[in-house]
């Protein structure tokens, strides 16, 4: 069955540093694009980073941006977002998401994808 699992998520004290895992079975990674994304309680669900096939283009969101750095493997068949400095608004489940673009390397960070992990949570307090 094709699923897509997070992994990675914990209480970390702001200013510290976590990296998750996005791992595909069931299917293979290399031409799907990947977005990460976020909820907090109470909010929509927002796009964090994203990144092509390949690798070659990644997009953050202004508020992480400087901070998250996302990456993939695909000969691992896993993506990666590694994240420092976290802050307390950083808090919230993360999602990997896996969809095939309409055009070759490209990524979007809305929720056009049509595969979705179960989440992660990370919570960033002292």
């Known amino acids: 069955q094709a699923q897509l699992v997070e992994s990675g998520g914990d209480l970390v004290q702001p200013g510290g540093s976590l990296t998750l895992s996005c791992a595909a079975s069931?299917?293979?990674?290399?031409?799907?694009?990947i977005g990460w994304f976020r909820q907090a309680p109470g909010k929509e669900r927002k796009g964090v980073s994203c990144i092509s096939e390949s690798g070659i283009k990644t997009y953050y969101l202004n508020s992480v941006k400087d901070r998250f750095t996302i990456s993939r493997d695909n000969a691992k068949n896993v993506v990666y977002l590694q994240m420092n400095s976290l802050e307390p608004e950083d808090t919230a489940v993360y999602y990997c998401a896996a969809g095939v673009p309409p055009v070759r390397e490209m990524c979007v960070l809305t929720p056009r994808y049509e595969r979705w992990g179960q989440g992660t949570q990370v919570t960033v307090s002292s």
């Open positions: 069931g299917f293979s990674l290399d031409n799907y694009a």
